[in-house]
């Protein structure tokens, strides 16, 4: 008998330990269902930068289509086009009007990232700002011309009086390839602003009304290249990928000064992104982690690789997490370099 209040004590540490756990399994398993029922019955809005039919267009609804499987509750994923200064108006609109609990994302033109980088305005677009989801690709971005147009290579566009080519506007990767053609290499290019995606900008070639353009190898056209209806003058990703001519040179082979060699790879780095997909800094981290982990369970879904083949569409993703580094290595860059950036840009 002497032992029972020692007998007692062992009993009810153990039954308060099995309290504790039961209450923490209880609450672990009250948490998870209620992030897995938050997506459930909801629909999430990819908001798109640029205008239907682009390639923007055409990844964003490649992603809405399979993305949704793959998200704890299974929610129904659309597509909303808001064009408007090379796409920082979709941006705005996560931060103005845009719901900021994860059923909004928007997908961008990372060129944005070097006008904002290089800019002094106090109210610029700070992209550390926001919380990156991944992007599909690391964008392999030319310069071309149409076969048209008589040029057939960088030298013949150096040597032409006037080369025109397209954007959107100001901030746009399509400008800031240019703005480099104009600003760093002294090319003749003039760049006619104020078209709402990639889509007019290619039937604006078609026309010759433009003797060609700067954009994503990806969003080439797939006749374009293989019936030879363009030539391309260079490439702005140190990678080439098989289906582009061996002759077309990466541009920094091209820089011929220390300065140059150093300044190519601060403008190129937000291209490296391809299209992005962003959410506002305010959703909850644990439903920027569905969001991520479902984005990455897509890239190995069948039914998702087999539509982008079928579509033409290269696969070269970048996760969020590696998007978050692209943007911290970009933004800590020196004032000296920042400056030389916008006197490219301006």
């Known amino acids: ?3 029972a209040p020692a007998v007692w004590a ?26 897995d029922t938050f997506y459930r019955g909801k629909t999430v809005t990819i908001v798109v930068g640029y205008s239907a039919g682009g ?59 070097l006008e904002s980088f ?15 989801i991944g ?39 399509a400008y800031v390839n240019g703005a480099i053609l104009r600003k760093v290499f002294r090319a003749p290019v003039r760049q006619i602003s104020g078209y709402p995606g990639s889509n007019e900008q290619r039937l604006a070639v078609e026309r010759g009304e433009l003797e060609g353009n700067c954009g994503s190898w990806s969003a080439i056209p797939h006749d374009w290249i293989v019936n030879n209806r363009i030539n391309a003058l ?11 001519p061996a002759s077309v040179p990466y541009v920094l082979e091209l820089a011929k000064t220390q300065e140059q060699k150093d300044l190519l790879p601060i403008l190129n780095g937000p291209g490296e992104l391809g299209r992005p997909f962003i959410v506002a800094r305010q959703v909850p981290g644990e439903r920027v982690k569905m969001l991520r982990q479902g984005f990455d369970a897509m890239l190995k879904d069948q039914a998702f690789l087999g539509e982008a083949q079928r579509q033409n ?20 860059a020196s004032p000296a370099m920042a400056r030389k950036a916008k006197e490219v840009l301006d």
């Open 234 to 244: 260079l490439r702005f990703s140190p990678k080439r990928p098989p289906d582009m």
């Open 118 to 132: 290089a800019s002094t305005d106090a109210n610029r677009t700070n992209f550390t700002n926001y919380q990156w």
């Open 10 to 35: 062992i009993a009810a540490t153990f039954a308060l330990s099995f309290a504790a756990l039961s209450f923490t399994v209880l609450s672990s398993t009250h948490h998870a269902a209620a992030q």
């Open 55 to 113: 390639g923007y267009d055409q990844y964003a609804r490649l992603v809405a289509r399979h993305i949704g499987r793959h998200v704890p509750g299974n929610p129904n994923f659309i597509v909303q086009n808001m064009p408007g200064a090379a796409s920082l108006t979709s941006v705005r609109h996560l931060d103005a009007n845009a719901a900021r609990d994860g059923t909004v994302i928007t997908m961008f033109d990372p060129g944005l990232i």
């Open 313 to 332: 569409l290269p696969l070269d993703p970048v996760t969020g997490e590696e998007a978050e580094a692209v943007i911290a290595t970009i933004y800590s």
């Open 135 to 173: 992007a599909l690709l690391r964008d392999i971005r030319i310069c071309y011309a149409s076969v048209a147009s008589g040029v057939r290579t960088f030298d013949d566009m150096m040597n032409r009086k006037e080369f025109l080519i397209g954007n959107t506007a100001r901030g746009s990767n």
């Open 1 to 3: 008998m002497k032992h």
